[in-house]
Nanobody, 118 residues
Framework: QAQLVESGGGLVQAGGSLRLSCAVSGSIFRINAMGWYRQAPGKQRELVATLTSTGSTNYADSVKGRFTISRDNAENTVNLQMNSLKPEDTAVYYC????????????WGQGTQVTVSS
């Protein structure tokens, strides 16, 4: 089992920035990809960004050019730098750690609230 703990959410004005972090601990050796998802009230959870162990990234069209996913191997964290935030970015953001080839290796954090005021 792996444990994921998110931090860095909060309230920010439109145009501002936030940096989310996800600390990963436990059995992490089978994890080969991580990502950030978000869920706004009344909406389904959606992909924000993913990062594989080889460095490949993928972003939702709505965040391309504004958000950057990165990792710190020394501290076992994955980060999401969010710039030029918009009110529509308001959501609970979830960290996800998984194995691309094994559906049984899939872990989630508890989520962190991001609120962008207009």
């Amino acid at each position: 089992q792996a444990q994921l703990v998110e931090s860095g959410g909060g309230l920010v004005q439109a145009g501002g920035s936030l940096r989310l972090s996800c600390a990963v601990s436990g059995s992490i050796f089978r994890i080969n990809a991580m990502g950030w998802y978000r869920q706004a009230p009344g909406k389904q959870r959606e992909l924000v960004a993913t990062l594989t162990s080889t460095g490949s990234t993928n972003y939702a069209d709505s965040v391309k050019g504004r958000f950057t996913i990165s990792r710190d191997n020394a501290e076992n964290t994955v980060n999401l730098q969010m710039n030029s935030l918009k009110p529509e970015d308001t959501a609970v953001y979830y960290c996800n750690a998984y194995n691309k080839n094994r559906m049984d290796i899939n872990y989630w954090g508890q989520g962190t609230q991001v609120t962008v005021s207009s």
